[in-house]
C-alpha cells in the first residue's frame, strides 16, 4: 500500500463508522419532538406512520443517488466537488457560501445549544449555563477532531450507539404502555382519507427530520474502500434510520395514542414519564442530549472538509484549504468553524440564519443530484463502480420532490424562504468581489 502524501487526507473510515456517521447525520432531536406536529397535521395513527415511510423511501432516493456520486467522486467536499465539476466555479461557490459559512456554522451552533438546555435540564442546572456549556461542546469537538477522522469516529460511534439505545428504550417502552393493544391504539382505520394539502404540510417536517445524510460524502476522502463501502454506508444507514423512525412513531402511538400525540409538546419525555415519572423525563433528556452531541461532531467534521475544499480551490482564504501532515486533519478548517459556530452561539443569532438557510441547503441536495444526469450524459464513458438503481427515475423523484418542499415551505413561512434565496443571491457579488481580489493579491 502506498503511503499518502504529506498533507493529504488518509483513509480510514471502515463501512461501521461510515454506517455510524450516516445515522449520527440524521438523527438529532428532530425524532425527539417532529412526530408531535406530523400527528398534529393528520388525523390517525395509520396517516402518520405512511407519512413516515414515504418520507424515507423519497429520501433513500436521494441516498442512492449520493451513492453513485460518492463512488464517482470520492473526495472530501461533497457536493462542493459535484458542483465545481458539472456546473463550474460559481455554482460550487454558493453552496459553499450557504452551507459551509452559514448553514453548518448555524447548525452547530443550533444543536449545541439544544444539547446544552437539556443537559442543563437534566444536571437541574440554571439557563445561565446553557451557553457555556453549548461553547465548551463545540470546543471539545473540534479539539477532538483536530486529533484527525479516527478520534472523530471514535466519539461518533460511541454517541451513534447510545442515540441509537435511546431509540430502542422508546420503543420498549411505547410496547409496554400499549399493554397488547397495539392494533386499537394505532388506529388503522382506513376510512379517514388524507387531503393533499394536508399531506404536503404533514410531509414536510418529515422529511426535514430525515436531513443530514449528506455527511458522509463530505468526508469520502477519508473512507477505504470508498467504491464499495459509500454506497454500502448509506444504503445501510439509512434504512436503519427509516426503521428507528417508523418504530420511534409506532411507540409515540402505542403510548400516548394519536390525541396525545398530537397535543404533545415533548412526547419523547412524555412517554417515558407515563411509565417512570420524573425519573423518566430526566433519563430521555440524557439521552436527547447525547444524541444532539453526536450531531454536533458529524457537523464539525464534514463542515469543516468543505471549507478546507474550497480553500484547496482558492475559492476561500488558501491558510483554511491546509491539511496538518501530521493529523492528516484540515486544522485551519476546524479551528475557523469551531470559532464561527462559538460566535453564532454566543450572539444567539443562528435560530434565523439556520431559517435563512432551509431552502439553500434543499436546494443544494436537488443541485447536487442534478449533477448525476451531467455525469451519466458527459461521463458515459467512464463507467461508475457503483450504479444508482431505478435511474433515472430514482434521482429524479427526489429532484422533483424538492419544489414541492421550498413551495410548502414559502407558504408556511414566506419571509424566510425570501431570505434564503437573497442570500443565494448574495453570493453572487461576493464570488465576484473574491475573485478580483485574488487576482489582484496574484500580481
Known amino acids: ?5 504529506s498533507g493529504a487526507y488518509v483513509r480510514r473510515l471502515g463501512t461501521w463508522d461510515a454506517a455510524m456517521i450516516v445515522i449520527g447525520g440524521v438523527i438529532g432531536a428532530g425524532i425527539f419532538r417532529t412526530p408531535a406536529t406530523v400527528a398534529e397535521r393528520t388525523d390517525s395513527g395509520w396517516q402518520v406512520l405512511l407519512l413516515w415511510v414515504l418520507g424515507g423511501l423519497l429520501t433513500l432516493a436521494g441516498v442512492l443517488s449520493y ?20 456546473f463550474g466555479q460559481l455554482p460550487a461557490f454558493l453552496f459553499g457560501w450557504t452551507m459551509a459559512l452559514i448553514n453548518y456554522p448555524g447548525s452547530i451552533a443550533a444543536v449545541a445549544t439544544t444539547f446544552a438546555d437539556y443537559l442543563c435540564k437534566a444536571l437541574a442546572l440554571p439557563q445561565f449555563w446553557i451557553k457555556p456549556v453549548a461553547v465548551g461542546a463545540i470546543a471539545f469537538l473540534v479539539s477532538v477532531n483536530l486529533f484527525g477522522i479516527r478520534a472523530g469516529a471514535w466519539v461518533q460511534n460511541l454517541f451513534t450507539v447510545l442515540k441509537l439505545s435511546v431509540v430502542a428504550l422508546l420503543v420498549v417502552v411505547g410496547l409496554v404502555l400499549a399493554r397488547g393493544h397495539l392494533g386499537g391504539v394505532l388506529d388503522t382505520n382506513l376510512a379517514h382519507p388524507v387531503s393533499p ?8 417536517p418529515v422529511l426535514f427530520a430525515y436531513g443530514g445524510f449528506h455527511y458522509l460524502n463530505d468526508l469520502a476522502g477519508e473512507v477505504r474502500d470508498p467504491q464499495r463501502t459509500l ?7 439509512m434504512i436503519g434510520v427509516v426503521l428507528a423512525y417508523v418504530l420511534v412513531n409506532v411507540a409515540y402511538l402505542a403510548g400516548l395514542g394519536h390525541a396525545g400525540l398530537a397535543s404533545s409538546q415533548a412526547p419523547a419525555a412524555d412517554l417515558m414519564s407515563r411509565l417512570f415519572g420524573a425519573q423518566g423525563a430526566t433519563l430521555i433528556a440524557i439521552g436527547i442530549a447525547c444524541s444532539t452531541f453526536g450531531y454536533c461532531n ?25 491539511v496538518e501532515p501530521r493529523t492528516h486533519a484540515p486544522q485551519v478548517a476546524l479551528l475557523a468553524l469551531g470559532a464561527w459556530a462559538i460566535a453564532l452561539t454566543l450572539s444567539g443569532s443562528f435560530g434565523q440564519l439556520l431559517n435563512y438557510t432551509t431552502v439553500g441547503e434543499w436546494l443544494s441536495h436537488a443541485f447536487g443530484i442534478a449533477t448525476l444526469f451531467w455525469y451519466r450524459r458527459v461521463l ?10 431505478g435511474y433515472p427515475w430514482v434521482p429524479l423523484l427526489f429532484v422533483l420532490t424538492v ?41
Open 67 to 86: 451513492a453513485e456520486l460518492g463512488a464517482r467522486r470520492p473526495q472530501a467536499g461533497g457536493t462542493y466537488v459535484y458542483l465545481r465539476e458539472a
Open 197 to 204: 394539502g394536508a399531506f404536503v404540510s404533514a410531509i414536510v
Open 298 to 322: 458529524i457537523a464539525v467534521a464534514g463542515g469543516a472538509r468543505v471549507l478546507q475544499t474550497m480553500g484547496a480551490d482558492g475559492m476561500f482564504f488558501r491558510a483554511v484549504g491546509r
Open 403 to 443: 419544489p414541492g418542499v421550498i413551495l410548502a415551505t414559502a407558504l408556511d413561512n414566506p419571509r424566510d424562504v425570501g431570505m434564503s434565496l437573497v442570500i443565494i443571491a448574495l453570493g453572487v457579488p461576493v464570488y465576484a468581489g473574491w475573485r478580483a481580489w485574488t487576482r489582484r493579491a496574484m500580481r
Open 380 to 389: 458515459k464513458d467512464e463507467p461508475p463502480p457503483y450504479r444508482v438503481p
Open 231 to 237: 454506497p454500502r454506508a448509506l444504503a445501510l444507514g
Open 1 to 5: 500500500m502506498t503511503a499518502p502524501a
